[in-house]
């Protein structure tokens, strides 16, 4: 059978098809981790802060925050995650500052929003004048950044970072020196030497490179979240001298083209589903949502049937296999973490930079202002400051993710910087936590869709676009957003309020975008 993107995505699905989202700190009762490769140690007594704390970043590409064991999923089966998050801060509620990679990755990076930061879709590259936080620790740090960036340049080190792994081939558009062109990530290197061809010479004209159709249907010690596993133990085994350190690790996982080696190892008539889950985006929608709808429609998805409610189980348990798989790698990055001997000195966060709808409104990917795209899962571990799970149930905002670890590290909080550090709060010190969290949403490509969410504490949402009817959801008495509002007189007052507060944001983050509604 010739080696082709068909074929591999014919192959990657058979195993499968063979085989809800729903003064607010509180302990939660343990998980079961016996499973887990990796452990979290116990420890009665708190660390003493260091002065120089590391910083481990472990984040993924597309997860939803419903497929992680604290949001009560019984099947997903991360354990070692599991076991992180029994020491750490948890939160319940944490919301995107855009749902798609490039925007929403630098925000958490320099903790602005899209409209400032200015990389408001995909393939626009990071500023040089906005600072990681590469560029705001001491010289004294070891700073590396391993796996998918999607800010420009992707095989380039860059803005602060020291070490440097690359996993993407398809992003050659967007490089600044021709001669880029004609080089090739680590990933690539690491399949050539063990003996694989490449498959795609559409996506780099001229230079066979190997497709993510490809990546994904290899074995598990070869896709791109073991590879940067591997590297990443690497690092951290060489920070035994104690040096301080700031390590990302950035996987692909659990992104398309949603299938992988563990596609078999769940269920599609076991998938947990929700109210909205292979319902359609109804007429009433928004023109964001309609419009995501009619181009999923006409263009299909990675190659797979999209037609019925098993067809969407058949990608949810492939998507179960691709975060259970995120979780055997990362746990061998946090086993040795703790053999280095610097975990006690190490922030630990986990995070993704947007959801998928895997199904739910019979959407897949992400680019809608729906829950199961701006909710992601979030952690942070601090050794210094708690030895057991703390649930964060109020609202958070990845933009204040930024600053919120540039205070646990010691670091100054700048004006540069729009988000709002919420480190105080963590531990129950002075300061509010937000009532309210806006997601953007831009695209050049449809500038009539562009639009504000806003997110109360009371658990509702109102989208405002450039153009077209406003949405509003009771996320309490309908979590699948499957019943808008808006038209309904009885909800007119606060449909104002919540208006004013959009434009309200508008104003003191320097947002220029007019809505109507």
């Known amino acids: 059978m010739p080696l082709n993107r068909r074929n591999f995505i014919r192959t990657a699905t058979a195993t499968a098809a063979s085989a809800g989202l729903g003064g607010?700190?509180?302990?939660?009762?343990?998980?079961?981790?016996?499973?887990?490769?990796?452990?979290?140690p116990k420890r009665a007594s708190l660390a003493k802060k260091p002065k120089r704390p590391n910083l481990l970043f472990l984040w993924t590409d597309q997860h939803r925050a419903d497929t992680v064991p604290w949001a009560d999923n019984?099947?997903?089966?991360?354990?070692?995650?599991?076991?992180?998050?029994?020491?750490?801060?948890?939160?319940?509620?944490?919301?995107?500052?855009?749902?798609?990679?490039?925007?929403?990755?630098?925000?958490?990076?320099?903790?602005?929003?899209?409209?400032?930061?200015?990389?408001?879709?995909?393939?626009?590259?990071?500023?040089?004048?906005?600072?990681?936080?590469?560029?705001?620790?001491?010289?004294?740090?070891?700073?590396?950044?391993?796996?998918?960036?999607?800010?420009?340049?992707?095989?380039?080190?860059?803005?602060?970072?020291?070490?440097?792994?690359?996993?993407?081939?398809?992003?050659?558009?967007?490089?600044?020196?021709?001669?880029?062109?004609?080089r090739f990530s680590d990933y690539y290197?690491?399949?050539?030497?063990?003996?694989?061809?490449?498959?795609?010479?559409?996506?780099?004209?001229?230079?066979?490179?190997?497709?993510?159709?490809?990546?994904?249907?290899?074995?598990?010690?070869?896709t791109k979240v073991s590879f940067l596993a591997d590297r990443a133990e690497e690092f951290l085994r060489e920070r035994k001298d104690g040096k301080p350190f700031t390590l990302h690790v950035s996987a692909l996982e659990p992104h398309p083209p949603t299938y992988g080696p563990l596609n078999g190892d769940f269920d599609p008539d076991e998938m947990p589903t929700g109210p909205a889950f292979a319902v359609p985006v109804d007429d009433d929608a928004s023109v964001l949502h309609r419009g995501v709808k009619e181009r999923l429609k006409e263009k299909g998805f990675k190659n797979?049937?999209?037609e019925t409610e098993g067809d969407f189980r058949r990608l949810k348990a492939n998507y179960y296999g691709l975060v259970k798989m995120v979780d055997n790698a990362y746990s061998r990055v946090l086993q040795a973490l703790f053999e280095s001997g610097q975990a006690e000195n190490t922030i630990i966060v986990y995070t993704?930079?947007?959801?998928?709808?895997?199904?739910?409104?019979?959407?897949?990917?992400?680019?809608?202002?729906?829950?199961?795209?701006?909710r992601v899962p979030l952690t942070i571990h601090v050794p210094w400051l708690s030895r057991e799970r703390v649930d964060i149930e109020a609202l958070f905002s990845q933009v204040d993710l930024f600053p919120t670890?540039?205070?646990?590290?010691?670091?100054?909080?700048?004006?540069?910087?729009?988000?709002?550090?919420?480190?105080?709060?963590?531990?129950?010190?002075?300061?509010?936590?937000?009532?309210?969290?806006?997601?953007?949403?831009?695209?050049?490509?449809?500038?009539?869709?562009?639009?504000?969410?806003?997110?109360?504490?009371?658990?509702?949402?109102?989208?405002?676009?450039?153009?077209?009817?406003?949405?509003?959801?009771?996320?309490?008495?309908?979590?699948?957003?499957?019943?808008?509002?808006?038209?309904?007189?009885?909800?007119?007052?606060?449909?104002?309020?919540?208006?004013?507060?959009?434009?309200?944001?508008?104003?003191?983050?320097?947002?220029?975008l007019e809505l109507i509604g």
């Open 24 to 40: 607010a700190i509180s302990a939660s009762a343990s998980l079961d981790t016996r499973n887990a490769l990796w452990t979290m």
């Open 352 to 374: 993704s930079d947007h959801g998928d709808m895997v199904g739910d409104h019979a959407l897949m990917d992400k680019s809608v202002f729906y829950e199961e795209a701006t």
């Open 189 to 222: 290197h690491f399949l050539m030497e063990k003996g694989f061809p490449p498959d795609d010479e559409e996506e780099n004209p001229g230079e066979a490179v190997f497709s993510r159709y490809l990546a994904a249907a290899l074995p598990e010690q070869y």
């Open 304 to 306: 797979h049937p999209i």
């Open 405 to 512: 670890l540039l205070e646990l590290m010691g670091l100054p909080v700048t004006e540069d910087i729009d988000g709002q550090s919420r480190a105080s709060q963590m531990v129950g010190g002075s300061g509010d936590w937000a009532d309210r969290v806006v997601v953007e949403w831009n695209d050049p490509a449809h500038p009539e869709e562009a639009g504000r969410s806003l997110v109360t504490v009371e658990g509702w949402k109102l989208n405002l676009y450039r153009t077209g009817a406003a949405e509003l959801f009771d996320l309490n008495s309908d979590p699948g957003e499957l019943k808008n509002l808006a038209k309904r007189k009885q909800v007119q007052s606060r449909i104002a309020g919540m208006r004013a507060a959009i434009r309200d944001w508008q104003k003191q983050t320097g947002d220029t």
């Open 74 to 182: 019984s099947v997903v089966g991360a354990p070692a995650l599991a076991s992180l998050a029994e020491q750490s801060f948890v939160f319940q509620r944490a919301y995107v500052a855009q749902p798609v990679c490039t925007p929403s990755r630098a925000s958490i990076l320099t903790g602005t929003w899209p409209h400032n930061h200015g990389a408001v879709t995909n393939h626009i590259a990071l500023r040089d004048d906005l600072k990681t936080v590469a560029r705001r620790v001491s010289t004294r740090y070891e700073n590396a950044y391993f796996g998918k960036w999607h800010l420009g340049n992707e095989i380039r080190a860059q803005h602060g970072f020291d070490h440097w792994i690359s996993i993407d081939d398809s992003y050659w558009e967007d490089y600044t020196d021709p001669e880029d062109k004609h």
